[in-house]
T-cell receptor, first 113, second 113 residues
Framework: DTAVSQTPKYLVTQMGNDKSIKCEQN?????MYWYKQDSKKFLKIMFS???????INETVPNRFSPKSPDKAHLNLHINSLELGDSAVYFC????????????FGPGTRLTVT | GQNIDQPTEMTATEGAIVQINCTYQ??????LFWYQQHAGEAPTFLSY????GLEEKGRFSSFLSRSKGYSYLLLKELQMKDSASYLC??????????????FGAGTRLAVHP
């Protein structure tokens, strides 16, 4: 059984397009996260939701908009895609906002051409 | 701010022991984490240290010295499957419902026969 799943796994699109990445966790966790891992392999937090409420919003362009319809899902919508958005995007979850262990999804490799 | 340093690459021989160091300068501290990431896969949690000393978990151990801003991950009886990137991450103090991990760039370990 997949704990944290993301779709799609690969996404190739052109500059200026709008795309979404979906994430679901079946662990019963309260807290979910979006991370971006760039070509230099730095993993950086973008957003975090706890029970559908936004609790972390790093310095991310407002072209990125997360949405959490329920605590098992956290989606990421990106408007007007740019070349610099090319990266691997990881979703993660933890039991609650204080838990030290985060469980990561398989990642979505986004390529903007 | 936060600054986390770890070596970019290391090589080791199967069956040997390797130590991966991590130094950090942070404006606050609430735990240090090690994650393993195989190429093209999601990071997986290895260890968590919040107090000084050594935490042992099977073949893997993690050490923390808060006064020195220093941690290491020790891998014993290396196996080929241990070839992966090892990410050091620091958690700042909780603030307003925050649980944010700041990751280093990772150390790519290659294990040779």
């Amino acid at each position: 059984d997949t704990a944290v799943s993301q779709t799609p796994k690969y996404l190739v699109t052109q500059m200026g397009n709008d795309k979404s990445i979906k994430c679901e966790q079946n662990l019963g966790h309260d807290t979910m996260y979006w991370y971006k891992q760039d070509s230099k392999k730095f993993l950086k937090i973008m957003f975090s939701y706890n029970n559908k409420e936004l609790i972390i919003n790093e310095t991310v362009p407002n072209r990125f908009s997360p949405k959490s319809p329920d605590k098992a899902h956290l989606n990421l919508h990106i408007n007007s895609l740019e070349l610099g958005d090319s990266a691997v995007y990881f979703c993660a979850s933890s039991q609650d906002w204080q838990s030290y262990e985060q469980y990561f999804g398989p990642g979505t490799r986004l390529t903007v051409t | 701010g936060q600054n986390i340093d770890q070596p970019t690459e290391m090589t080791a021989t199967e069956g040997a022991i390797v130590q991966i160091n991590c130094t950090y300068q942070t404006s606050g501290f609430n735990g240090l984490f090690w994650y393993q990431q195989h190429a093209g896969e999601a990071p997986t949690f290895l260890s968590y240290n919040v107090l000084d000393g050594l935490e042992e978990k099977g073949r893997f151990s993690s050490f923390l010295s808060r006064s020195k801003g220093y941690s290491y991950l020790l891998l014993k009886e290396l196996q080929m499957k241990d070839s992966a990137s090892y990410l050091c991450a620091v958690r700042p103090p909780f603030s307003g419902g925050y649980n944010k991990l700041i990751f280093g760039a990772g150390t790519r370990l290659a294990v040779h026969p």
